[in-house]
């Protein structure tokens, strides 16, 4: 496809306009995708609400997203054209020690999609057309809906996340912030089989979707004390895991809650320094780690999906087209809203 495109472009917090560009077309070992379905990360609206590095305008936003394949570069032979796909947004060097031992996600030299990452403006999906390297590329199976192919992204982050430090012996969790990638972790948790899982967030509606995705127990931070509950829940001794996708706000509360010898999580992207007791650590000898992005975990989640033992399109609370882009993220950024995930549709 030729011509020109509609780009909902990132000018600054607060700054989305709607513009006309050029459609890239693939170059060598390259496809095009016509997007059908973007997802608003919480990266993306951290983005619009504050001024980052990370995101040095004017950038296209997007990294979670599915469509069609409507062109190939010379000696793309991979996919067909008219293929249903979605993309792993991580673009890797591909010849570093971590990427040559399948940990993509360490890369050092590592750039990605909707982000300045690496100090590089990669432009996202936020876009009526793409082109990446086949290589990032991964089909969808024909049940697989745009809306839920969307989501693969995120589903490869949680899965890695759920994933980071379990065992079978494993027999309570405690999930802090039942946001879009906290809800996503109960569900591939209870998909673990951990017997207990338990979710705390200051929001109620959160709290009873945390329900139906599966938590065991929830936990109104506002309204309880979250320590005290959780104790009460696993005889006193906290949980075996924590795993925070809330904030940094939180870490030391994740330590507080966490048995002897039990794992802290950290996947919520934290930007600000916080003050710790390393004594906490070390005098109850606790696991304190980091979890990002994913490895083979994208791949996991969409046959998950495609064998239907997953289901993740009840997450999806409101579509927006790209003309009223702004619009969705001024609404995600209203403190009191019902938003859990939204998308727009191209």
Not at 134 to 152: F, G, H, Q
Request: glycine share 10%; hydrophobic share 40%; proline share 4%.
């Amino acid at each position: 496809m030729t011509g020109t495109m509609k780009a909902l472009v990132y000018q600054g917090p607060g700054n989305l306009t709607v513009e006309k560009r050029e459609i890239p077309q693939p170059q060598k070992g390259e496809v095009q995708i016509k997007i059908n379905t973007v997802s608003i990360c919480g990266s993306d609206l951290g983005a619009y609400r504050h001024a980052s590095d990370r995101f040095r305008p004017p950038l296209v936003l997007g990294h979670e997203f599915s469509g069609d394949i409507t062109a190939l570069g010379e000696g793309a032979e991979t996919y067909k054209i008219g293929q249903r796909v979605t993309v792993n947004p991580m673009v890797l060097c591909r010849e570093c020690y971590f990427c040559k031992k399948g940990e993509g996600n360490l890369c050092g030299n590592r750039k990605s999609l909707g982000t300045a990452i690496g100090g590089v403006q990669t432009d996202g999906a936020m876009r009526e057309y793409v082109t990446v390297p086949e290589w990032m590329v991964r089909p969808i199976a024909d049940n697989v809906s745009y809306s839920a192919a969307a989501l693969l992204e995120p589903c490869g982050v949680t899965l890695a996340c759920a994933k980071k430090g379990h065992t079978s012996e494993e027999e309570s969790v405690v999930v802090l912030g039942a946001g879009p990638i906290g809800l996503l972790i109960v569900k591939f948790l209870k998909a673990l089989g951990v017997p207990k899982v338990i979710v705390s967030d200051i929001i109620d509606k959160r709290l009873k979707k945390a329900l139906e995705c599966g938590a065991d127990h929830v936990v109104n931070s506002k309204k309880e004390d979250v320590v005290e509950q959780v104790k009460a829940l696993t005889d006193g001794y906290g949980a075996d895991r924590v795993i925070n996708a809330a904030g940094e706000f939180l870490i030391n509360q994740s330590f507080q809650l966490v048995k002897n010898g039990g794992t802290s999580v950290l996947v919520a992207l934290a930007h600000n320094n916080v003050e710790i007791d390393p004594m906490e650590i070390v005098g109850r000898g606790l696991n304190f780690v980091g979890s990002y992005m994913f490895t083979t975990e994208m791949e996991e989640a969409a046959q998950m999906l495609a064998e239907e033992k997953l289901q993740v399109e009840d997450l999806v609370t409101s579509t927006f087209p790209l003309e009223n882009g702004k619009e969705a993220f001024d609404i995600l950024c209203q403190p009191d809203n019902d938003e859990i995930k939204v998308q727009i549709k191209l």
